[in-house]
């Protein structure tokens, strides 16, 4: 299932079932997964591990050295989980010392076309990551997120699970879960409900999460006055700890 034109360097790992288009170009210290199918015209190089089932298609730049000044040529590396899909020209780069040394990738994501993905972000599982969307270095984004065409997130931004952004946004600061934004800068635009009710979430719990939402942006309250009635509230509601644990960690402050 290799096409003859494809060039893989000896030392790289294929597992049974992996396909490889013509002229794909496989480097020393990849590794690739049961069932992986990688399209024509793709480059992985690196210290980079593709799980199982994923699908790479044509163009795409997997492991490449990272758009770091400071990177040296150390060993470090990029992880990607199993069953993703990576469209064309998307372009993911391996970590950075300064940081993990690790770029990661988790399951499912839905990842289009000429998306960017620098050194050290962390992506959770079940994304969507449309057109052109493009994380710089060292961010973190959770589970079930959704970041529309041409988003731009900033260095060590932090986005929450089950969060949203619509096209175009430039996100310069921590979007926490369940919140939805856009604009130049963001701006905050409710709680991502229909998303909620979708993966199971109760009317209750996304009532609960409307009201959380209403604490921390519409009460008129200080971050840490909303913080203590958060905090109070999620002892009731279980839903709500991911919102609690988010505000409570360092990073660039909120979209507030």
């Known amino acids: 299932m290799i096409h003859p034109s494809a060039i893989?360097?000896?030392?790289?790992?294929?597992?049974?079932?992996?396909?490889?288009?013509?002229?794909?170009?496989?480097?020393?210290?990849?590794?690739?997964?049961?069932?992986?199918?990688i399209?024509?015209?793709?480059?992985?190089?690196?210290?980079?591990?593709?799980?199982?089932?994923?699908?790479?298609?044509?163009f795409c730049s997997i492991g490449e050295r990272p758009q770091d000044k400071?990177?040296?040529?150390?060993?470090?590396?990029?992880?990607?989980?199993?069953?993703?899909?990576?469209?064309?020209y998307c372009n993911f780069n391996i970590g950075t010392a300064?940081?993990?040394?690790?770029?990661?990738?988790?399951?499912?994501?839905?990842?289009?076309?000429?998306?960017?993905?620098?050194?050290?972000?962390?992506?959770?599982?079940?994304?969507?990551?449309?057109?052109?969307?493009?994380?710089a270095g060292h961010v973190t984004i959770g589970d079930w997120v959704i970041l529309g065409g041409l988003t731009a997130i900033h260095q060590f931004t932090?986005?929450?699970?089950?969060?949203?952004?619509?096209?175009?946004?430039?996100?310069?600061?921590?979007?926490?879960?369940?919140?939805?934004?856009?604009?130049?800068?963001a701006a905050t635009h409710g709680t991502n409900s229909e998303g909620l009710r979708r993966r199971g979430f109760s009317a209750s719990a996304i009532a609960a999460i409307k009201r959380a939402y209403k604490t921390l942006y519409r009460s008129g309250l200080t971050l840490d006055e909303a913080k203590a009635e958060l905090n109070?509230?999620?002892?009731?509601?279980p839903e709500l700890q991911p919102l609690v644990d988010f505000l409570a960690e360092p990073g660039r402050g909120i979209v507030r």
Request: proline letters at 6%; hydrophobic letters at 35%.
């Open 8 to 37: 893989i360097h000896p030392g790289a790992k294929i597992a049974e079932g992996v396909e490889i288009g013509p002229f794909s170009i496989i480097g020393e210290h990849v590794e690739i997964g049961e069932g992986t199918w």
């Open 158 to 185: 932090r986005i929450g699970p089950h969060a949203m952004c619509g096209g175009g946004t430039i996100l310069l600061q921590d979007l926490p879960p369940f919140v939805m934004c856009t604009g130049n800068p």
């Open 39 to 58: 399209g024509p015209h793709v480059v992985l190089t690196g210290h980079t591990r593709i799980g199982r089932e994923n699908r790479v298609f044509q």
């Open 98 to 135: 300064q940081d993990t040394g690790v770029t990661r990738i988790g399951d499912d994501n839905w990842v289009m076309a000429s998306v960017h993905i620098a050194h050290d972000c962390q992506v959770g599982s079940n994304t969507v990551l449309a057109n052109n969307v493009t994380l």
């Open 232 to 237: 109070q509230a999620a002892a009731g509601v």
């Open 70 to 88: 400071k990177y040296a040529g150390e060993p470090t590396r990029l992880e990607i989980g199993d069953r993703n899909t990576i469209r064309e």
